[in-house]
């Protein structure tokens, strides 16, 4: 008698499988739509609450969206390598809560990291056009390098441009220029759209290593056993790490560390609510 394949997929729990499957489609209708001019990210994905795309919604859909095949794959075989294990012990309803909880609390502190790097930006933006000069100029420029490098604008052709406004400060063809370009970096910084279930995922990472902290895994890079709750732990301290070292990142690895905060306190929170650990 013939041996019955059956597919790891067919038994996922409800809600992992889901999520995987909707996850899918809007990449394909991302895919799909895009030649058409219809941009799904401008409707889906998540926009700093200043910038002119922003919707409320944002802070759920851009969970369900992602910038390529490759980001797709590997947020979404962490989470059926590791959601289905939570979901079969929490049950599908407490897993989804779960999910979302830690998803939004990634939105929400991602966010706020945001916040903290543009409203700085937008009170030197507001004060230089009020009182221009060739000094406050050089000192936006020279603070913000990092900033001005990584959303894509010519670094040293900035820097060229401040230091002969220094060497002729009383030209007044200097001023509309440098606002000009001040006013173009902040939104283009307000306008850098946030996909990904990356930080419900780093959350779902969170509570498999709480849960089952002693569980051997094996990384791939480099391929070598661990104990779950030492990855985690090793996640969390590199993204802090790389959260601080390179702000203005196209990673939002503040997404991920807030994703493992919220999954932290939730599953402290259900512990002291509950006669079970989950």
């Known amino acids: 008698m013939a041996a019955t394949f059956r597919s790891p997929f067919r038994q996922t729990p409800p809600v992992t499988k889901n999520l995987i499957i909707i996850n899918v489609i809007m990449l394909l209708a991302t895919f ?37 095949l490759t980001h797709l794959f590997f947020n979404m075989f962490a989470l059926w390598m590791f959601g289905r294990v939570l979901e079969n ?10 999910f979302f909880v830690t998803g939004l609390g990634a939105a929400a502190l991602h966010t706020f990291v945001n916040y903290i790097e543009i409203a700085p ?11 221009p000069s060739a000094d406050l100029f050089s000192s936006f420029v020279n ?27 009383s030209s007044m063809g200097y001023e509309q220029e440098a606002i000009g370009f001040m ?3 902040v939104n283009v910084k307000m306008n850098i759209p946030t996909v990904g279930a990356s930080g419900a995922v780093f959350g779902v990472l969170l509570g498999f290593g709480m849960l089952f902290p002693n569980t051997q895994l094996m ?15 090793a996640y969390g301290v590199l993204e802090l790490v790389l959260g601080l070292s390179m702000p203005g990142s196209n990673v939002a690895h503040f997404a991920h560390l807030g994703g493992m905060i919220f999954g932290f306190f939730l599953i402290k929170y259900w512990n002291k609510t509950s006669n079970t650990f989950y």
């Open 32 to 68: 799909v739509l895009a030649p058409r001019g219809i941009d799904l990210n401008r409707w889906f994905a998540l926009y700093y609450p200043g910038s002119e795309h922003f919707k409320i919604h944002q802070f759920v859909t851009h969970m369900f969206m992602h910038g390529g």
């Open 219 to 233: 990384l791939l890079f480099p391929p070598i056993p661990i104990k779950a709750k030492y990855m985690v732990i």
């Open 143 to 169: 603070k913000y390098q990092s900033t001005i490098k990584n959303m894509g604008f010519d670094l040293p052709r900035i820097i060229d441009f401040a230091a002969m406004w220094l060497d002729n400060p």
């Open 183 to 185: 006013n173009k970096l």
């Open 121 to 131: 930006m937008v009170k030197a933006v507001t004060a230089f056009s009020n009182t």
């Open 89 to 98: 012990v929490w049950g599908p309803r407490r897993f989804l809560i779960f």
